[in-house]
């Protein structure tokens, strides 16, 4: 859904096990969903999409849940590394007003301890 | 195959100047769009354009905030008599066809900050 100005939820994991950030998102027409990774003082780095006719689909160390009956997107990134460390934002593709755009959620912040 | 290029990367403007921020799309890529990030939080969507044509501005502050992408050279989002509250992280995507059917990518951003 909608970002709003909130503090970042953030998630801490170890290096090496396995992380879950998790996205609830807000129009059930909407029907394509990305996962971007976004470094400090950089841009965001597309990640991974799944479209509204899958449930899951694979990257290499990551894996897009999406269950449409609760409207929740999810990232799982395996063995997690120190370079994994950065802000994660799912967005949607959602038709207002007769245009398709994106909306991005708040985002979540992954630090990765040594 | 380079990506989408932003300029400046920092712009420092004093209330009541302009700012212009230029953005290159990725080759081959016609659709560009221009979100807003303040710290700690998502992109907000401004506005969405296609070679010479504004197709979506419903994110686009009703004064002061013009953007184009002309038929030759960069997308241009210009900011008119800025003020301290336009201080954010600019940043401009591409896609190759709509937000609706591909994957759009980013630029590094321009950081503006207004004295």
């Known amino acids: 859904g909608e970002s709003v100005g909130l503090h970042l939820p953030t998630l801490s994991v170890q290096e090496g096990d396995n992380s879950i950030i998790n996205c609830a998102y807000s129009n059930s027409a909407s029907d394509y969903f990305i996962w971007y990774k976004q470094e400090s003082g950089k841009g965001p780095q597309f990640i991974i999409d799944i479209r509204s006719n899958m449930d899951k689909r694979q990257g290499q160390r990551v894996t897009v849940l999406l269950n449409k009956t609760v409207k929740h997107l999810s990232l799982q990134i395996a063995a997690t590394q120190p370079g994994d460390s950065a802000v994660y934002f799912c967005?949607?593709?959602?038709?207002?007003?007769?245009?398709?755009?994106?909306?991005f959620g708040q985002g979540t912040r992954l630090t990765i301890n040594p | 195959n380079a990506g989408v290029m932003q300029n400046p990367r920092h712009l420092v403007r004093r209330r009541g100047q302009e700012a212009r921020l230029r953005c290159s799309p990725m080759k081959g890529h016609s659709h560009v769009y221009w979100y807003r990030q303040l710290p700690e939080e998502g992109l907000k969507f401004m506005v969405y354009?296609?070679?010479?044509?504004?197709?979506?501005e419903s994110g686009m502050p009703k004064e002061r905030f013009s953007a184009e992408f002309p038929k030759e050279g960069p997308s241009i989002l210009r900011i008119q008599q800025v003020v301290r509250g336009d201080s954010a992280a600019y940043f401009c995507a591409s896609s190759k066809q709509g937000p609706h059917t591909d994957t759009q990518y980013f630029g590094p951003g321009t950081r503006l900050t207004v004295l």
């Open positions: 354009l296609q070679k010479e044509n504004i197709i979506d």
């Open positions: 967005a949607e593709n959602i038709r207002i007003q007769g245009a398709q755009k994106l909306v």
